[in-house]
Nanobody, 114 residues
Framework: QVQLVESGGGLVQPGGSLRLSCAAS????????MRWYRQCPGNQREWIAL???????NYADSVKGRFTISRDNAKNTVYLQMNSLKAEDTAVYYCYASLIGGLWGQGTQVNVSS
């Protein structure tokens, strides 16, 4: 089955850290760029990070220097390490695979609050 399954979300205090994981199955994971997006209540889904099939990374300005995307092709998993979290990082976080037609995970909720 072709799917992406995110995990690792939760409640964290401002300034804290979380690591999200996205496990892929059903396709040749190593061949595809992977992205993380997030969606805050009432807002459109926003791209935040990309890791290419060769490991090249890119970030939205809103997370640059705080978030790190990485991939483990042996485990078919992409990660998002989030540090120095802020209240405005509260959102549902989604991973995305650049397959034909695109493939989204179900999302994982991150709440940053004291």
């Amino acid at each position: 089955q072709v799917q992406l399954v995110e995990s690792g979300g939760g409640l964290v205090q401002p300034g804290g850290s979380l690591r999200l994981s996205c496990a892929a199955s059903g396709f040749t994971f190593s061949s595809y760029a992977m992205r993380w997006y997030r969606q805050c209540p009432g807002n459109q889904r926003e791209w935040i990070a990309l890791v290419g099939s060769g490991g090249t990374t890119n970030y939205a300005d809103s997370v640059k220097g705080r978030f790190t995307i990485s991939r483990d092709n042996a485990k078919n998993t992409v990660y998002l390490q989030m540090n120095s979290l802020k209240a405005e990082d509260t959102a549902v976080y989604y991973c995305y695979a650049s397959l034909i037609g695109g493939l989204w995970g179900q999302g994982t909720q991150v709440n940053v609050s004291s």
